[in-house]
């Protein structure tokens, strides 16, 4: 059984930095990209960022370039998401997703095969 369980959310101040984890079990985790979306209220879901297999290649959304970096562990079976700069606008539940059937870096929800259950990720101003 596949599971993804992320972890790191909280209350923060606008400009302050946070660190989410993405504890991945079930399946060989080298063969997956990992991506992280969220989800504010009253909006979709949205790409945040998505890193491949080996961690050698990166994609992120405009809105958090240069202040989100993602990265991954495979001997640790763990995607992160290290989030600098924070502003009240990146509030929302945060979710990690493993795509096992892409061949490249998609920014797309209908790519993941699997989900966590979100984090939620408040930014005070």
């Known amino acids: 059984q596949v599971q993804l369980v992320e972890s790191g959310g909280g209350l923060v101040q606008a400009g302050d930095s946070l660190s989410l984890s993405c504890a991945f079990s079930?399946?060989?985790?080298?063969?997956?990209?990992m991506g992280w979306f969220r989800q504010a209220p009253g909006k979709e879901r949205e790409f945040i960022a998505v890193?491949?297999?080996?961690?050698?290649?990166?994609r992120y959304a405009d809105s958090v370039k240069g202040r989100f970096t993602i990265s991954r562990d495979n001997t640790k079976n763990t995607a992160y998401l290290q989030m600098n700069s924070l502003k009240p606008e990146d509030t929302a539940v945060y979710y990690c997703?493993?795509?096992?059937?892409?061949?490249?870096?998609?920014?797309?929800?209908?790519?993941?095969?699997?989900w966590g259950q979100g984090t939620q990720v408040t930014v005070s101003s």
């Open positions: 997703a493993a795509d096992f059937r892409t061949i490249g870096l998609s920014t797309s929800i209908t790519s993941y095969d699997y």
């Open positions: 079930g399946r060989p985790f080298v063969t997956a990209a």
């Open positions: 890193i491949n297999w080996s961690g050698s290649s990166t």
